[in-house]
Antibody
Framework: QVQLVQSGAEVKRPGASVKVSCKASGYPFSNFGFSWVRQAPGQGLEWVGWISPYNGNTKYARNVQGRVTMTTDTSTSTAYMELRSLRSDDTAVYYC??????????????WGQGTLVTVSS | DVVMTQSPLYLPVTPGQPASIFCRSSQSPVFSDGNTYLSWFHQRPGQSPRRLIYKVSNRDSGVPDRFSGSGSGTDFTLKISRVEAEDVGFYYCMQGIYWPRTFGQGTKVEIK
């Protein structure tokens, strides 16, 4: 069965970087892309970006553009999201979700369990 | 960005009664393949979102048939025919053709 397993919670200082991983199993890794979605405490869902393991294409939300890099490692079936220059308003649970592998229409059909990233001095 | 507007934002429900959540998209999520990429997700407290409905009206595997989706153009509805206690939590609609992907604000469903 399809599973997305994310790395554990992180606590970071403002200005630091964090890298969250999402290990996929149960399907051919390169056949699907990943979206990353975050949820600040008590808030709704906010899309952060998308990456395709198929061709490496990415799309990022404007409010993290320049601070975020999404990558994949096909040898370990793992997607990564690195966020730099962390601010307090980056504190959120970060989810990976499976999407189509091309930048076309789609939906997140499977989700990881979430990774809490806390940014605090 | 495409704005997804849900209503109501809070929905107290009585078990066994029907409930409906509405979602309006500022632009129609109809793709060039003719499909409408509007999805609904359910999130229980402390859990990841789970997709219930995709392409407006297709139920995901394992989703009870008391859940149904409908709509066209820019207006969409999620209906629960008979609410059960396990249906509490937040419900989100999402459009899947424009970048950035955007979600509705969320509707909190609570048992009266």
């Amino acid at each position: 069965q399809v599973q997305l397993v994310q790395s554990g919670a992180e606590v970071k200082r403002p200005g630091a970087s964090v890298k969250v991983s999402c290990k996929a199993s149960g399907y051919p890794f390169s056949n699907f892309g990943f979206s990353w979605v975050r949820q600040a405490p008590g808030q709704g869902l906010e899309w952060v970006g998308w990456i395709s393991p198929y061709n490496g294409n990415t799309k990022y939300a404007r409010n993290v553009q320049g601070r975020v890099t999404m990558t994949t490692d096909t040898s370990t079936s793992t997607a990564y999201m690195e966020l730099r220059s962390l601010r307090s308003d980056d504190t959120a649970v970060y989810y990976c979700g499976r999407e189509p592998r091309v930048a076309a229409a789609g939906t997140l059909d499977y989700w990881g369990q979430g990774t809490l990233v806390t940014v605090s001095s | 960005d495409v704005v997804m507007t849900q209503s109501p934002l809070y929905l107290p429900v009585t078990p066994g009664q029907p409930a409906s959540i509405f979602c309006r998209s500022s632009q129609s999520p109809v793709f060039s393949d003719g499909n409408t990429y509007l999805s609904w997700f359910h999130q229980r407290p402390g859990q990841s979102p789970r997709r219930l409905i995709y392409k407006v009206s297709n139920r995901d595997s394992g989703v009870p048939d008391r859940f149904s989706g409908s709509g066209s153009g820019t207006d969409f509805t999620l209906k629960i025919s008979r609410v059960e206690a396990e249906d509490v939590g937040f419900y989100y609609c999402m459009q899947g053709i424009y970048w950035p992907r955007t979600f509705g604000q969320g509707t909190k469903v609570e048992i009266k």
